[in-house]
């Protein structure tokens, strides 16, 4: 083994798939995107280099590119916040249960490989004042509000609900990272903690929470990225209104690429959205530099 590593043509060849996929894939797109931002392009004609202009008017005279950023922002930091104190309080309880165990954690991580599309259609009905929910509410005489219609407030109700249905939906990923984390710990870990006094909660915080911090990292990232780049549950409830006031960044995208053709434009958009998932990754790794204990 100690050989293949000092072999400089045996590692090129093993890394070179890697580096091609990961060019041809991922790198070449982002600077075809780039490009794309700094021009004029409809797909059919040939692109009209404009410069920053695209970026100009995104931050300048775009209303609906404000609106998006901050819906963008608040789903992240609900869903950062929230699937992790609800994965990990599931996580803690699940892995101490021994009988059950299993088929708490298939109901929990169901909604995860169910199809966003479908689960946006079937929240929409249940939300939908005509029927559903506001049907049940009208039988013990409470009206129910607009769920997705309302516009009040600085961030709307349709919003809110969008991002519980999406805790709903993937806090059992988030559990599942964590449970994986949490078997890992050795028992005797425990057993000491036990033997010395400590209670449950107290082993929970002065054992679980440290050894689990190197997965909060994990977990956080994926959950901000994945927020950021939300699509499917907002385009299906809402498809960004009422009167967009339920865009975010992937659907304004989305609009302005596959509704308007202004694909320079949407290219420009999803630049932004490319900074903001790196600089959101990078915060995360400096503020969760931990050590890995050993378990």
Not at 107 to 113: A, G
Not at 179 to 190: D, H, N, P, T, V
Request: with cysteine.
């Amino acid at each position: 083994m100690d050989k293949i590593f000092r072999d400089k043509k045996a590692i090129i060849l093993f890394i070179a798939p890697g580096i091609l996929l990961f060019t041809a894939i991922l790198l070449v797109p982002i600077c075809q995107a780039f490009f794309y931002s700094l021009c004029d392009w409809n797909a059919l004609t040939k692109p009209e280099f404009v410069g920053f202009d695209n970026y100009i008017k995104l931050f300048a005279d775009d209303e609906i590119m404000r609106i998006a950023i901050k819906n963008s922002v608040f789903f992240t930091l609900f869903s950062a916040v929230t699937q992790q104190i609800l994965g990990l309080a599931l996580a803690a309880v699940l892995t101490n249960v021994k009988k059950g165990r299993n088929i708490f954690k298939n109901i929990y991580y169901l909604p995860v490989v169910l199809s966003s599309a479908a689960l946006g259609l079937l929240w929409s009905f249940l939300f939908n004042p005509k029927m559903g929910i506001n049907q049940i509410l009208k039988l013990m005489g409470i009206k129910g509000p607009l769920w997705l219609m309302d516009t009040k407030g600085f961030i709307v109700l349709p919003m809110w609900m969008i991002a519980v249905v999406a805790l709903w939906q993937y806090a059992g990923s988030t559990m599942m990272l964590y449970m994986a984390r949490i078997s890992g710990i050795s028992k005797s870990l425990y057993e000491a903690a036990y033997i010395d006094g400590a209670t449950r909660f107290q082993a929970f915080k002065k054992l679980t929470l440290p050894l689990v911090k190197p997965m909060v990292a994990t977990t956080l990232s994926l959950n901000c990225i994945g927020s950021l780049k939300f699509f499917d549950l907002v385009y299906n409830m809402t498809q960004g209104g009422p009167n967009h006031r339920t865009e975010v960044l992937a659907t304004h995208l989305y609009d302005q690429g596959f509704k308007y053709f202004k694909y320079g434009y949407a290219s420009a958009i999803g630049i932004v959205l490319l900074i903001m998932c790196l600089s959101v990754t990078l915060v995360i790794s400096k503020c969760f530099k931990s050590e890995d204990y050993e378990m």
